[in-house]
């Protein structure tokens, strides 16, 4: 990926402010050591629920939900409508949403209505752009639920969709453009979604036995991504596997992380797979876990003994004959922080605590600060810390891109229900937006805008694409790239089918005053990129364009 500028990095320390913090007691000494950036924006006080659960979806709207078991919301569904679940553990008749669809172009939420409980689920959006929600807590832990992407459309439910129970699973989209669902509470094993009669059924997976801490657990949501060949890499608790899914054997076994610490829930850290650079010759792939929380936490927590989180990173190249993890450090400690991709190839990792754990009331200390990874860095010189929000986002909390480039922030609810006062960190029902410091106003001409193709366009496999952008700035054609970015599900710290593809750099041409082109390969097979809508952005010297949505089929 192209490297910023320069002068995105801003000095905000003067000759005499250096000198006064130099000798200046207490813990201020530390804004030496990082140049903050971006900006926070309040964009809604209050969107009835919390946003336990969040995925952007190809209109530009993000389905938001959180439990049906919290009790009553501070939104009402329309209507007069009421659920009646004669199961549900705290209210069988409920007036209240427990979900809403969050319109981004007017900053706006519609209540949506879901039928049984999707407390701590998972899902992923198909080919054809509906949102496929599985599994949840109590009658909804087997339900199937879809969510059509239009004005007026609300959540279906499919009874019984699943072949087993799923509480804390993972979706991921496959080449055949079924999505596979990994493990959960109790489920050491796999499913498909759709179903068909050859596999109707779940598949054993040991694996996430042999990652199950007892009484504890250390394996539920595991990171799972679609290897350049076609496996999947699982990575729980602290270990990693390349699995056939399709033969139900295991290809290759990782080393365990350096130090054995979890990061998979409850002791919460994050994950992604690094940008893949399809112009390659031969394409590497990276995985990138950052933080979570040292053995023995959990019980320590429940103790009400906090133990501070981890301050590490492990980077691993699943591409190499003998692959090994990389330990980095990161500038501040973090459990249950979320790790979103950037159109520009960073990493941002926000939201989360300093210590303790995931689960109810076992996290303290937010951390406020989000940090951007460089991965294209040195190592060393990767991180940079960015300007604090003012709103503690703890367990329960959510971060995805929208296309725009920025990051949509909320939630946080580490209480068994809704609790606004009386507690240490109340319910959140603020949605707040982070701007990158690409977004700053200072690098508007330099800001790439995309003219064609237009958004909604469709685009095949191993196809020749030029994109025509203009800038009214000076181009640095050397800079200039175009990345394509899946649309993640994001819940406990966990950005599923999160996925970013470099699909050109270089080889710009003037097409007329302030407009070029710049000619690119798509993915070539559903592997690289399972089919599906993608945003295209146009990056210029690390600043992206606004995004586009593309269909790949």
Known sequence: ???????????????????????????????????AGGEWQLLLKNIGITAMHMQLLHNDRVVIFDRTDFGKSNLSLPDGKCRNDPNDTVLPIDCTAHSVEYDVATNSIRALMVQTDVWCSSGAVMANGNLIQTGGFNDGDRVVRIFKPCSSCDWEEVPFGLAARRWYATNHILPDDRQIVIGGRRQFNYEFYPKTGAASNAYSLPFLAQTNDRGIENNLYPFVYLHTDGNLFIFSNNRAILFDYAKNVVVKTFPTIPGGDPRCYPSTGSAVMLPLNLQASSIEVEVLVCGGAPTGSYTQASKGNFVGALKTCARIKITDSSPQWVMETMPLARVMGDMTLLPNGDVLIINGASAGTAAWEKGRDPVLNPVLYKPDKPTGSRFEVMNPTTIPRMYHSTAILLRDGRVLVGGSNPHIYYKFTGVLYPTELRLEAFSPEYLDSGFKNLRPTIISPTSQAKIGYGKDLTVRFSVTGTLDPDTVSVTMLAPSFTTHSLSMNQRLLVLGSGNVKNAEKSTFAIAVTTPASAILAPSGYYILFVVHQGIPSEGIWVQIQ
């Open 1 to 35: 990926m192209a490297t910023p500028p320069a002068h995105m990095i801003r000095t905000l320390i003067f000759p005499f402010l250096c000198w006064q913090l130099l000798f200046a007691p207490g813990p201020c000494c530390r804004v030496l050591t990082h140049a």
